[in-house]
């Protein structure tokens, strides 16, 4: 297998996909052949660049000597068309037949996928059919619906749609994974998941950090377009479609596709920059890019009308967690003496992974007290070693011709329509600077007199 990362300079590379692929080496989930190519600007000696990948890894590659033999650096420039032809004699003086499969992994901005994926198809590096022969491409697809429209023509008119794998790594974490599970192979929440029973849901997803080296990409994308077209919206479709006829790919998608057609936005959104995003490298000095985004909307189903879905994402929170939390009405009688709470299901994505399900008990003791109680089940404690990391598993169904956990070209549509709408109507909204996550969570309190978090 040839895996060729185009913009194998960027972070996602040291961050996600060599890990990736050294873990599915070294549990020998690769083809016995392979040679992974990372594709740069810069003028490096490959030993050099194997270095400074090495150096920016974090965690433990015992193995790397063994893997990094694997490695190679072909430096082009990936925008220019004219770089193809030397990259073409470079893949062309391989022994081709003994490496099978070539998959071409685009970590670049949007605006470069139809530049890349024209060269691969003109130079013939991909051709329509071959199966083992196929593109995958970072989120977010497009940077809004109509070059989305553009790059998807493009490409569904030179290769077959079953060669394109549009990733989105939420789909290939374990606890998103189990969303369908919960909700479907269980009769105890079957008949309990809609407006009448469920309050709220609340899905979000903080992170820690800055935007760090990635300014270009992320002004033109902000949180809307990074976090939320892709990974908030395919969490919400997991939570709120209606159950599938089957469980099988196409009719799963088909119902995530209707349920996200349905979102519908309220104006109580938030948005937010945080304090020292103008400082950061290759941001514009009056750069009104949101790095925090709390949204209000609505599943206009006849199952979810009246359940708020909260979605909240931002950069340079107090710590990194991720997770969903449906919160259920009170119950008809509800016990006043103690501390009755609302259930409350949690699927925790992360740190931790897991699922706690809070209830109303008895409290110990004489008094007829309620109190809530928790059964709590770890997800990662069950696994011998570290729970497979979404890109691990995304890149092994890409090597197995499984694009289930990919996103299908009219998921991408109908989200891309909902945030090219709010895109067009930020411009009206306030921008809240936030020194850190306890102002703008406030925020977002005053707006919806809700609570992120209890
Ligand atoms: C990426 C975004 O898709 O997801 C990043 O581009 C973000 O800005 C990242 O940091 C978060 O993913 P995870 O898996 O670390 O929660």
Known sequence: MLFTIFGATGDL???????ALYNLYFEEQMPRNFMVICIGRRSYPEDTFVKEVFSKLDGHFENWDMFKTHLHYFEMDFSNPEDYSGFSDFVEALPIQNYGEKIFYLATAPRFFPIIAKALIDHQLIERDDLREKIVFEKPFGENLESAKAYNKLLLEAIDESQVYRIDHYLGKEMLQNILMVRFANKIFENIWNDENIESVKIYALESETVKQRGGYYDSSGALKDMVQNHLFQTLALVAMEPPRGLNDRLVKDEKVRALDRIRVC??????????YLDEKDIPSNSKTETFVGLKVFVDSPRWKETPFYLVTGKKMGQKRAGIVITFKNA?????????QKNKLTIEIFPREGIVLQFNGKAPGLQAYTMPMKMDYCHMCNVIGNSPEAYEKLISDVIHDDASLFTRWDEIESAWRTVDQLVRDKKNEPLTIYENENEILEVLFSKWKERLFD
């Open 332 to 340: 008809s009688c509800f016990f006043e003496k103690g501390q009755p």
């Open 13 to 19: 590379t040291t961050k996600k996909l060599i890990p």
């Open 267 to 276: 104006d109580e959104i938030v948005y937010g920059q945080y304090s020292g």
